[in-house]
């Protein structure tokens, strides 16, 4: 991929980048490390963080807008492993299942 910034430019913005990120995860720890008890409100919206991350990890890759791009054996798979986390909220057994239903299928098909 051309570009036309230099290797100065490009090393500039990573290292904001990472001072920026650096910032914000030390920012959650000073504000947490000086509390001695989290406030329900804070816990009860973390329990969905991990459910949000998996979805914004999953969900594109079987889930598109282009027409032609439709995979069915992604989006049965998808399906499976949804309805597997519904029942039983185990990530684990989640991945497991969604995965092995994809190989399987493509393994047959």
Same mark, same amino acid.
């Given at each position: ?18 001072v ?11 504000l947490?490390?000086r509390?001695d ?13 991990? @459910? #949000?991350?998996l &979805? ?5 890759? $079987?889930? /598109?807008?282009?027409? *032609?791009?439709?995979?069915?054996d ?6 499976? @492993? #949804?309805?597997v &986390? ?5 990530? $684990?057994? /989640?991945?497991?299942? *969604? ?11």
């Amino acid at each position: 991929m051309a570009t036309n910034y230099g290797p100065v430019e490009i090393a500039g913005v990573i290292a904001v980048i990472g001072v920026l990120t650096y910032a914000c995860r030390l920012s959650f720890i000073a504000l947490f490390g000086r509390l001695d008890e989290i406030p329900p409100v804070v816990e009860q919206v973390l329990r969905f963080v991990p @459910a #949000a991350v998996l &979805a914004a990890l999953v969900l594109p890759s $079987f889930v /598109t807008l282009d027409a *032609g791009s439709f995979a069915p054996d992604k989006f049965v798979a998808g399906a499976l @492993a #949804a309805g597997v &986390a519904w029942k039983t909220e185990d990530v $684990f057994a /989640t991945m497991v299942t *969604g995965m092995g239903v994809l190989w399987a299928i493509r393994f047959l098909l």
